[in-house]
């Protein structure tokens, strides 16, 4: 059976918005576009009840009160908002001043958490960025051993977007709360994938964006808790006072619409999806890890998500290894920070050392992924590597047993 080429296992960077939710979004667009801050005519009516429709399935996704959702632009706008928010509100020196509070994260988290709390150093907060386990995990262990008298915030991503692994946030939360330390996670990968409950779980801040579950780009959500204990932020962005004034700007009506939708989707198919994403993961490691020698799923074995592999080749070039295998959207072990080529900070914080950290490929998939195309990337995989190794000179002298870590290199 031919398959369609390109075939796109990116699914961590972004999502295909669902048709369902394209469907449920387009009315707001050209019939029901009023703003839902206009109080005095239907228009405005229209669109208010459509936005707290779309709170409500977010909410229900969570299990939160609808009271507690804050509509954003994503996750980062999200992340953003909690941690300037929560360490602004809870600062223990004014503003200028130094000791104004210590705040807990880990090194491996998503940029859009890392320079948030980079910025707070700079203003006074001092930060301990933890270093995970071999596996990728941050346990709630760690971060006791990190806290303070002056912790004000403690900032755990629930499942990491290089790697999949999920840390002990249950743990964590429990923690803070005993502690009396706000808890915000970073959920954006997990939302939506796993059985997410604020309540049961001690979370007290949440961020999440819609376009990773198979909603729009550029709106995504915060959840606020509002009791036991009541969480209070600083706004970030100024002016009408929407959205309890934690987030001031006319809201994207469509764009919330389509978040709600996508919520109320992944409550109702989550439990199917899981088992079918996780079967799929496991014949994609299966089937290259089973023919290729010198290979690594990075990562805790089981602490992962269903949708994520992060492999590591040995004796391949990443950038070969990405050439080669073109017709497949994949995410690489490298950022492309300027002009050179960084190995992944995620990778390097695990220990995993630069050459291998450049010949890695996260491989994510998602709604929309078949089998067969799952099938065809492995093989295609394989093929690469085995081609690109043939032309490897340490490939050889590793095959003959020579260990070439030991390996006295000429100086010149
Ligand atoms: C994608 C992602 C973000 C950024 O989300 P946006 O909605 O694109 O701003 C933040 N954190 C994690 C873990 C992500 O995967």
């Known amino acids: 059976m031919a398959i369609d080429l390109p075939i796109y296992l990116d699914n961590a960077a972004t999502t295909r918005t669902d048709p369902r939710v394209v469907e449920a979004m387009l009315p707001y667009f050209t019939e ?8 005095n005519h239907s228009f405005g009516w229209a669109a208010e009840e459509a936005v707290e429709h779309a709170r409500q399935q977010v909410a229900d996704l969570l299990g ?5 959702i804050i509509f954003t632009s994503g996750a980062t706008e ?8 929560a360490a602004s509100m809870y600062a223990k020196a004014p503003a200028g001043q130094s000791g104004r509070g210590h705040i807990i994260t880990a090194l491996h988290e998503h940029k859009a958490v890392l320079d948030p709390c980079k910025r707070l150093q700079r203003e006074g907060f001092e930060v301990t960025y933890l270093q995970p386990g071999k596996d990728g995990l941050i346990t709630a262990k760690m971060v006791q051993e990190a ?5 004000i915030l403690v900032t755990i991503m629930w499942a990491n977007n290089e790697l999949g692994t999920i840390n002990e946030i249950p743990e964590i939360g429990k923690l803070c709360h005993e502690k009396g330390v706000v808890f915000h996670t970073d959920a954006t990968q997990w939302v939506g994938k796993m059985p997410t409950d604020v309540e049961r779980d001690h979370v007290d801040l949440l961020s999440m964006s819609g376009h990773k579950i198979y909603g729009p780009k ?6 606020v808790r509002r009791r036991r204990p009541r969480v209070r932020l600083t706004a970030i962005q100024e002016g009408g006072g929407q959205e309890r004034g ?4 006319t809201l994207n009506v469509p764009g919330i619409v389509g978040l709600g939708k996508a919520c109320e989707l992944c409550a109702a198919e989550m439990d199917d999806e899981r088992e079918r994403l996780l079967a799929l993961r496991r014949k ?7 023919r290729l020698d010198t290979v690594q799923v990075n990562g805790h074995a089981e602490k992962r998500l269903p949708h994520i592999a992060n492999i590591s080749f040995g004796f391949v070039e990443g950038e070969s290894l990405m050439m080669a295998t073109k017709e497949i959207a994949m995410s690489s072990g490298s950022a492309c920070t300027s002009a050179s080529l960084e190995p992944s900070y995620v990778l390097k914080a695990l220990g995993i050392g630069d050459d291998l950290a450049h ?5 994510s998939m998602g709604r929309f992924t078949t089998e067969a195309q799952v099938e065809y990337a492995a093989d295609k995989i394989v093929q690469a590597v085995n081609k690109l190794r043939v032309l490897s000179p340490l490939y050889d002298m590793h095959n003959e047993g020579i260990d070439i870590t030991k390996i006295q290199w000429q100086a010149h």
Do not use: H, Q
């Not at 806290?147 to 912790?151: A, V």
């Open 32 to 39: 029901t576009f009023g703003n839902p801050g206009s109080r």
């Open 64 to 68: 939160a009160d609808r009271k507690e």
């Open 78 to 85: 999200s992340n953003n908002l909690a941690i300037k928010g």
């Open 147 to 151: 806290m303070r008298e002056d912790t």
């Open 218 to 223: 550029g709106v995504g959500a915060l959840y």
């Open 246 to 249: 934690f987030r001031s700007g």
């Open 284 to 290: 994609l490691e299966k089937s290259i890890t089973s």
């Open 359 to 363: 010949s890695s490929l996260r491989i």
